[in-house]
Each structure stands twice: as structure tokens, then as C-alpha cells.
């Protein structure tokens, strides 16, 4: 049995080049995650019924159902109507329609958490109602959804391991792979583990210092 050093040496790097596929599947599935997020917020919050309660239906049935199963028909149910998706880019579909939904959420209760006489006060100076909403309640939105979008940048960090199932090269799948070949599963999720922190961590410091700077002195 070779020694962990030895392991570590030979199968950390391999492990850690999975890393990049990880951050570069999170930044697409999350820049999809907004545009989608933001637009179903918009249209829960607007005065068009039809696209209120489409939004909510979108939402509510994303999040009832789980992850692994919205994957599977994006990666293998899609082919039965000939669209065929790379692993990448369905997992990267898939996160970016399931982020969109939680995303939603979080840009709604931010755009409701700004006073309602701050959007009386810009239509009262003759703004219309999308200048309003652009220069001065989705600014003060942003700063109120801050500390709970980067706990969702980490789930979403954390949910791109769902990816494995369907051979994306990322930090799981390279630990399966190394694990499988050295029969040192524990070490070797151990190690997968420790890349996982050393992205995941930064990003929860900075969320619970936006947290206590928000928080009542």
C-alpha cells in the first residue's frame, strides 16, 4: 500500500484540475441563474396574472422535484425528441433552470424588502415604473440580497457534484475515478473535500461579514 504522501501526490493534481471544471460549470449556471432569476422575480412581482402565476408554477414545480431528476431528462429524456446536449452543457442547463428558481425567490423577497415609499417617491418625481425599478429599487434590492445570494452561489458550488452522474469531469467525478483506481476512497474524498472548502470557505467568510454588517448595532 503506497503512502498518503505518495497518494496525494499522485492523484491531488488530477483532482484538483476537476476544480476548474466545477468553478467554470458554477459561473454559467449561475450568469443563467440570474438573467432567469431575475426575470421570473419581475414577473411574480408584476401586474400581468397569467405570467404571475406561470412564474410561480415554474417555481414551485422546480423546487418540488428533485435535481438529479430535472438532470436525467435534460441529459437522456431530451434525446427522445432529438435534442441531444453534451454532459457539460445539459448539467450546466440543468443548474442554470434550477438556480433561476431559487434565485427568484431571493430577488423577490429583496425587491419587497425595499420600503414601498421609495417606488411611490420615483413615480410621484413622473418615473415610469421599469425606470423605477431599474435606478432605484433594484439597486437597494441588491445590497439587501447579498448575504443570502452568496449562500446560494455556495449550494450551487456544492450541487454541480450532481454532474458525476452524467461523466462531467468535475471535482466528483475525478474522485470517483481516483478512488476506483487506488482503492483509497477515504483519502481520497478526504482530499476531494479539502478543494471543496478552499472554494466554499472565502465565499462563506464574506456572507457572514455582509451578514453581521447588516446586522442591528
Not at 134 to 145: E, F, K, T, W, Y
Not at 162 to 185: C, G, K, N, W
Request: aromatic letters at 10%; glycine letters at 8%; one cysteine or more.
Amino acid at each position: 500500500m503506497i503512502a498518503f504522501f505518495e497518494l496525494a501526490q499522485r492523484y491531488f493534481p488530477y483532482i484538483l484540475k476537476g476544480a476548474v471544471v466545477t468553478v467554470e460549470l458554477t459561473a454559467i449556471a449561475l450568469a443563467g441563474s440570474v438573467v432567469l432569476g431575475l426575470l421570473l422575480a419581475m414577473a411574480r412581482l408584476g401586474q400581468i396574472g397569467w405570467l404571475r402565476v406561470a412564474a410561480g408554477v415554474y417555481i414551485e414545480l422546480i423546487r418540488a422535484t428533485p435535481a438529479l431528476l430535472q438532470l436525467f431528462i435534460i441529459y437522456f429524456g431530451l434525446t427522445t425528441i432529438n435534442i441531444r446536449l453534451g454532459p457539460f452543457s445539459a448539467a450546466a442547463l440543468t443548474l442554470g433552470l434550477i438556480g433561476g428558481a431559487y434565485a427568484a425567490e431571493v430577488f423577490r423577497a429583496g425587491i419587497e424588502g425595499v420600503e414601498r415609499g421609495q417606488f411611490e417617491a420615483a413615480r410621484s418625481l413622473g418615473m415610469p415604473s421599469w425606470l423605477a425599478m431599474r435606478r432605484i429599487i433594484l439597486p437597494q434590492a441588491a445590497i439587501l440580497v447579498l448575504p443570502p445570494f452568496t449562500n446560494f452561489v455556495i449550494a450551487m458550488i456544492k450541487d454541480t457534484s450532481l454532474a458525476l452522474t452524467i461523466a462531467v469531469p468535475e471535482i466528483m467525478y475525478r474522485s470517483y475515478d481516483a478512488a476506483s483506481q487506488s482503492f483509497r476512497s477515504l483519502e481520497i474524498y478526504a482530499m476531494a473535500g479539502v478543494i471543496y472548502v478552499a472554494i466554499c470557505l472565502p465565499l462563506a467568510q464574506f456572507a457572514k461579514a455582509l451578514e453581521r454588517r447588516r446586522a442591528p448595532r
